[in-house]
């Protein structure tokens, strides 16, 4: 299944094309490489997606075309959130572990 709807029948970004427009920006990962709307996601891939100021990174279980809004969350697993530093200095201090 294509990335683009993937993000959109699993429910992690609601619009398609918000889910494309997020790949163009090359804020998507597939097993940590850079993913295009295109790209094809299989059961097993690890997804990360950059929204705003963290990073969400997921593992995909399932793929169903038109799943109910119940079985959507049933479709990836979310293995972690990690807050984007927004500067040098800010960043060292995760790092460090000072916040």
Do not use: H, W
């Amino acid at each position: 299944m294509r990335l683009d709807k993937y993000l959109k029948v699993s429910r992690l970004i609601k619009r398609r094309t918000l889910a494309k427009e997020v790949c163009d920006k090359a804020r998507v990962e597939i097993n940590d490489r850079p993913a295009k709307a295109s790209s094809n996601v299989k059961i097993g891939d690890k997804l990360a997606i950059r929204f705003g100021q963290k990073i969400v990174s997921v593992k995909v279980e399932d793929i169903k075309e038109n799943p109910r809004k119940e079985e959507a969350a049933s479709l990836y697993t979310v293995i972690g959130e990690v807050p984007v530093p927004r500067d040098e200095k800010e960043e060292e201090a995760y790092i460090n572990g000072k916040e």
